[in-house]
């Protein structure tokens, strides 16, 4: 039996519990947002996707580079220059590894 006494502890602790209830529905409703709130296979598998996508794409990016630049050097007429010089330095090494 309440008392008077007693009616703003209830309502209080009434209060209390709705805002755990919507507390805990808040945290429920956040992990199936948060990245890292998955399994952590889930998380293992997410994360080397992620890490293929980058290097595929990196590799992809780089090689686009540097077909566009050889494309624009060889338009430039300068890559015989850099063949010749490569040539030159590829000498230099072996004469330097024959000294040793």
Do not use: C, Y
Not at 18 to 23: D, K, S, V
Not at 38 to 48: A, E, I, N, T, V
């Amino acid at each position: 039996m309440e008392t008077r006494q007693d009616e703003p502890l209830v309502k209080e602790l009434e209060r209390l519990t709705e805002a755990t209830t919507a507390l805990a529905q808040e945290v429920e409703r956040l992990q199936r947002w948060h990245p890292l709130a998955g399994r952590l296979r889930h998380l293992l598998w997410r994360g080397f996707l992620q890490g293929v996508a980058s290097g595929l794409g990196r590799a992809v990016g780089a090689t686009v580079v540097l077909a566009l630049l050889v494309w624009l050097l060889g338009r430039l007429q300068v890559v015989p220059v850099l063949g010749e010089w490569i040539a030159r330095l590829m000498e230099a090494v072996q004469s330097a590894q024959q000294g040793f």
